[in-house]
């Protein structure tokens, strides 16, 4: 980035509202039609793609939050100007920095220091979200994606997993308590037991209540999805990393369980679409997901990994999948590879627990001590000393730099 390396004390003596007021400044300006006409944004731009990931230079991280949110309002589709699509697509720094610094951003936002953290992330995840969908539409950008290097995807990837399984997990899970809440609401005897207040709020509370949970959280996992499917059709190298492999295989295999296993009558709806549930479009884009990075799986690694799966894995659930995609006109091509996908998996599975018989019982010293599996590559951590599978501290490291045995720093260039 062209900034210095450190922050000037001119700099980090100016008062953060200064930025904060230019920057609503900016977004109250952006919702007027025609408001910013005539106005040279460039400077802004530069300023904002400069220090939107640059924490040593502007520390609160809802700060530079809201340089994303004046970055959506300029998308071209929104804005409804085409003048601000050059902000995007003919501007030099921003086809250089500005996907590399979005995903920093999206990486950085899960620690705020604020007791809102948890919540707040979302939302500023969503906003960075949609900007990153605009921006894989416009092909120099993709192709800044494309260059980036591997474990700045990882990061990326990995918190966009975190929040792909809590989202859809919490939204599957209060569709199934508004059935229950409404099944309850039809018999008297049973509302009878519900709490004090919650009856004197009247049932519609509960109901509205839950819905709008529903929607909020079933449209980002929905966006979060999307991002995972359409990253995955061109990028498939860090899917298939060693530390993130089974990760992902594990999120798939789990989604694939909720939607075609036998919980899914239990989700049925009248009125799936007011939920923002499209448990039909969210199959497909899963699917994707699958043949996407079988196709880029060169070293036939995934089928073993969507196979090592104990929590969700289940050979039946691929053919129960190819039945509901034909019945819903899925592609032909697209169906065949996934099921040719899911018999390799069900062959590495065999062949897993051949090995398994032929190893017999391990002995501990060659278990990886943190998920007790055959380590494949240990190294000695620096501070503990404690011998770890790579993958599996690589994996730990995505999100947490600490060692886990006694919460010293630590990275991955540190391991030996």
């Known amino acids: 980035m062209p900034l210095p390396t450190a922050c000037p004390m001119e ?3 100016m008062p953060e509202h200064f930025v904060e007021d230019a920057m609503e400044l900016l977004i109250f300006a952006s919702r007027i039609p ?7 944004l460039e400077e802004f731009m530069n ?10 230079f502007i520390k609160n991280p809802y700060l530079r939050a809201k340089m994303v949110e004046v970055l959506n309002c300029w998308m071209p589709r929104r804005s409804g100007s085409s003048a601000t699509a050059t902000l995007f697509e003919g501007h030099q720094l921003s086809l250089e920095y500005l996907v ?7 990486v950085d936002i899960e620690f705020t220091g604020s007791h809102t953290q948890f919540y707040d992330k979302f939302n500023i995840r969503h906003n960075i979200a949609e900007l990153l969908e605009y921006l894989w539409q416009v092909p120099s950008h993709r192709n800044a ?3 980036r290097r591997k ?6 990837l990995n918190f966009l997993i975190n929040d792909s399984i809590y989202l859809l997990d919490e939204s599957l899970n209060k569709i199934l308590e508004l059935k229950e809440l409404e099944a309850e609401m039809s018999n008297k005897v049973e ?8 009856r004197q709020r009247g049932p519609g509370y509960s109901i509205l209540k839950k819905m709008s949970i529903i929607r909020i959280d079933m449209k980002l996992a929905n966006e979060d999805v999307s991002m995972l499917a359409f990253t995955s059709e061109q990028i498939t190298a860090p899917f298939l990393l060693p530390e993130m492999v089974e990760r992902v295989a594990s999120m798939l295999n789990y989604f694939l369980l909720q939607l075609v296993g036998p919980q899914r009558k239990s989700l049925s709806l009248k009125d799936p679409e007011k939920y923002e549930f499209r448990p039909k479009h969210l199959l497909k884009q899963i699917v994707h997901v ?10 036939s690694i995934f089928p073993a990994a969507i196979s090592k799966d104990g929590r969700s894995y289940n050979d039946q659930l691929f053919s129960a999948a190819a039945e509901v995609l034909h019945r819903i006109g899925e592609d032909g091509r697209i169906i065949q590879e996934f099921v040719q996908l899911g018999a390799k998996a069900k062959v590495a599975a065999s062949e897993a627990m051949d090995t398994e018989a032929i190893l017999g019982e391990i002995p501990d010293e060659f278990l990886d001590p943190i998920q007790y599996t055959l380590m494949k590559d240990p190294v000695i951590l620096p501070s503990s000393r404690i011998t770890v599978d790579r993958p599996v501290i690589q994996r730990h490291l995505l999100s947490d730099s600490t060692d886990p045995f006694n919460r010293s720093h630590l990275t991955v260039d540190m391991d030996s």
């Open 11 to 13: 700099f980090a003596t």
């Open 34 to 40: 025609k408001a910013l006409d005539g106005v040279v």
């Open 47 to 56: 300023f904002i793609i400069m220090f939107m990931a640059s924490p040593d």
């Open 100 to 106: 590399r610094n979005l995903l920093k951003l999206y």
């Open 145 to 147: 994606w494309r260059q």
């Open 151 to 156: 474990g700045c995807l990882s990061e990326f």
């Open 191 to 198: 509302w009878e037991r519900r709490p004090v207040q919650e």
């Open 290 to 299: 699958y043949v996407h990075l079988a196709r880029g799986d060169k070293n």
